[in-house]
């Protein structure tokens, strides 16, 4: 049976548990700020995307912007921001768990027959020298692939544990004429 998807409700975020290791040759990546490595994400077909915090990204300094549990509407967004910073060693191990896995094989896209009605699609992304994506649609069905669901386990084990919550410290206001 493959594992269980994570899911946003009020459980506490996941703890970096990964054991160290060996990298023969540490793989090339773009170190920009804004060069996105992974993203992993678990949309639900009635969260608008303009409210949704994906579940990970991974930039190329390390920074890494995550959702933590389900927030209420009131608060504009469907999860708070949380964001820390992974070294250089857990960016080259957990780069390297995900080319050395089963998942660098799988199609770009897997749904259960029959589909059901609105169930979630998770989706892993990862840019290294091509971009390999992944979505699986209804990610619990029995059918999903289990090297999906491993590599979804594994970047969310990779949580730094001195995360923070995001607080903006400045905003702007766009306006129009209503008339």
């Known amino acids: 049976t493959p594992s269980p998807m994570p899911s946003r409700t009020n459980t506490p975020p996941p703890t970096f548990t990964s054991t160290p290791t060996i ?13 996105l490595l992974i ?21 190329g300094d390390g920074f890494i912007v995550f959702a933590g549990e389900r927030a209420t509407q009131a608060t504009g967004l469907d999860a708070p921001v949380r964001t820390g910073r992974l070294s250089e060693n857990a960016i080259q191990n957990l780069l390297a ?11 770009d896209y897997y749904e259960p027959r029959p589909k059901p009605i609105d ?3 998770a989706q892993i992304s990862v ?6 994506t992944v979505a699986v649609y209804a990610p ?3 059918s999903s692939p289990p090297a999906f669901a491993d590599a979804f386990k594994r970047i969310m084990q990779s949580l730094p544990m001195d995360f ?15 008339g």
């Open 23 to 35: 990298i023969p040759t540490p793989l090339v990546i773009d170190r920009h700020p804004r060069a």
């Open 39 to 59: 993203e992993a994400d678990l949309l639900e077909p009635t969260t608008p995307r303009d409210t949704h915090v994906p579940t990970f990204r991974l930039y």
């Open 97 to 107: 768990l995900l080319n050395q896995s089963e998942f660098t094989n799988l199609k």
């Open 119 to 121: 169930a979630p699609t």
């Open 127 to 132: 840019y290294l020298n091509t971009t390999k």
């Open 140 to 142: 619990d069905d029995p």
């Open 164 to 178: 923070g919550t995001f607080i903006p410290v400045e905003a702007f206001l766009e306006s129009t004429d209503a």
